[in-house]
């Protein structure tokens, strides 16, 4: 969590094709919604597959800090033991939630309709993230908030307890901020509405529902089109459960872009989510011509699942529909990649929201990929990437190094146009991989030796 050691640069070079079966691990959005429900529900609930990442770390070490007790235990399964709705404990320190944003905003859900108040910090990169998407619904519901000025972190958040339900319509396509007023629901009494005019991920209703949460999912006509409109009720008995994490689709994302680009390869992503609020970054990469099919398609812990083959293919430029971007949200840096060796023009649009995530992800993606020799104009909202058919980048010069931007999905995305290049790339920290995928570099060792 602390990356304030020295940075660990490292050069990310072609090695090989990559083979044999992998297995990613668990999904982050998902691990983060076990612990805060496991830690909200009176009884133990056990989680195999959770996340060992620090964001689901910081996750944890907050839960605990309101009172839940977590353990892992020796086989690898977490054990919580949750207080109860509305029984949440005054943490006696700032809660410190390292570089995620997705533990800063649904926590300052929670505690804003509990009696308790929270001091919230965070790295470099979280400090500069937009709060007041958050602060705006949860200030409604009758929470304060002493936050820096243009609403960022360092911020002194109090709850409040009776909190007031409110309808609230999504101003962003953000779960982060649907899940932060549905959390803040379920310690509210009367009905908490949250409508959602373009679907995102939807961990939050399925979870809430599976801990035994009464909450109701509509499609209703607004200004243009359908909506989805989610009704919570408080206050909430939380039931404890027995999960299983699958697969994150995210951390899949940067194996199957690997596979694609890598001459020769034929890889086995094993127990891969597929939500379709999710997966969309397979489809897309299909559209491109990709090899990537599916075995075994399956359900583990609610959530449909299969094993993914993908085989090195020629891709094509594509014009990304803006409609798929919240279903791969986090997957544009290493599409990006894949751009920049398929064969023409892709066009993506419709991403402001990556200008807002650990680092501004367009400028970040834009300067690395054109310092790694791709083609590359940045806009407003979106990348337009002039692949090289097929031919590797060339990688970066002698001395020159990616700024990863305290960004693990950009470090990630830049490791695998290492694979991809005549020279390598080069990145300036590795440190940040670790926040949601800490065997990123093993398993790439692993794919490429067998
Ligand atoms: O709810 C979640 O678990 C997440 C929502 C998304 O953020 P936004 O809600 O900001 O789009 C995503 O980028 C993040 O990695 C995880
Ligand atoms: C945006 C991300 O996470 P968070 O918002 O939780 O920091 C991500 O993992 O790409």
Redesign the pocket.
């Known amino acids: 969590m602390n990356h304030s050691n020295p940075p660990s640069p490292k050069r990310f070079a072609s090695a090989g094709p990559l083979t044999g079966q992998i297995a990613v691990p668990g999904d ?2 998902i691990s ?1 919604r076990s612990l805060m429900l496991g830690a909200l529900a009176v009884g133990e609930t056990r989680v195999t597959g959770l996340l060992e990442g620090e964001d689901v770390l910081a996750t944890a070490a907050a839960m605990r800090a309101m009172g839940a007790t977590i353990a892992r235990e020796n086989d690898g399964t977490w054990s919580i033991h949750g207080v109860g709705v509305g029984s949440l404990l005054q943490p006696n320190q700032a809660l410190a939630m390292g570089n995620s ?2 533990s800063t905003r ?1 926590l300052m859900g929670l505690v804003a309709s509990h009696p308790i108040s929270a001091m919230f910090t965070g790295d470099a990169s979280l400090s500069g993230r937009p709060m007041g998407r958050v602060i705006t619904p949860l200030s409604e519901m009758g929470a304060s908030f002493e936050a820096s000025q243009g609403g960022t972190l360092p911020l002194m958040l109090r709850g409040i307890s009776p909190a007031v339900p409110i309808t609230y319509r999504l101003p962003v ?5 649907k ?1 932060a007023v549905l959390l803040a629901g379920l310690n509210t009494a009367g009905i908490s509405t949250v409508i959602e005019p373009v679907p ?2 939807d ?1 939050s209703e399925r979870m809430l529902r599976g801990f035994g949460a009464k909450l109701e999912v509509g499609e209703e006509k607004g200004a243009n089109g359908l909506e989805r409109v989610i009704r919570i009720h408080g206050e909430a008995d939380l039931q404890p459960q027995t999960i299983t994490v699958p697969g994150d689709p ?1 951390s899949a994302a940067f194996f199957t872009v690997a596979a694609l680009l890598v001459p020769g390869s034929d890889l086995i992503i094993q127990n891969v989510g597929l939500n379709p609020t999710r997966a969309a970054l397979f489809d897309v990469l299909r559209d491109m011509g990709g090899s990537i099919e599916e075995l075994d398609r399956r359900e583990v812990g609610g959530e449909p699942v299969a094993d993914l083959r993908v085989q090195h293919s020629a891709l094509t430029g594509i014009e990304v529909d803006p409609a798929v971007v919240p279903a791969m ?2 997957e544009f840096p290493i599409l990006f990649v894949a751009a920049s060796l398929a064969q023409g023009t892709t066009v993506t649009r419709g991403l402001e ?1 990556l200008r807002v ?1 650990e680092s501004d992800r367009l400028a970040a993606m834009a300067s690395a990929l054109i310092l790694a020799g791709a083609k590359v104009e940045e806009y407003g909202d979106g990348l337009v990437i002039q692949g090289t058919g097929g031919d590797p980048l060339p990688g970066t010069a002698d001395g020159t190094a990616i700024a990863t931007h305290l960004d693990h999905r950009i470090a990630m995305s830049m490791a695998v146009a290492g694979l991809a290049s005549e020279n390598g790339v080069k990145i300036d920290d590795t440190a940040p991989i670790a926040t949601s995928f800490p065997t990123f570099e093993a398993l790439l060792d692993s794919a490429s030796a067998q």
């Open positions: 982050k959005s983060h944003g997705t649904l396509a953000s779960a982060q901020v899940s995102t991920r961990h995210s949200v986090d929201e995530k």
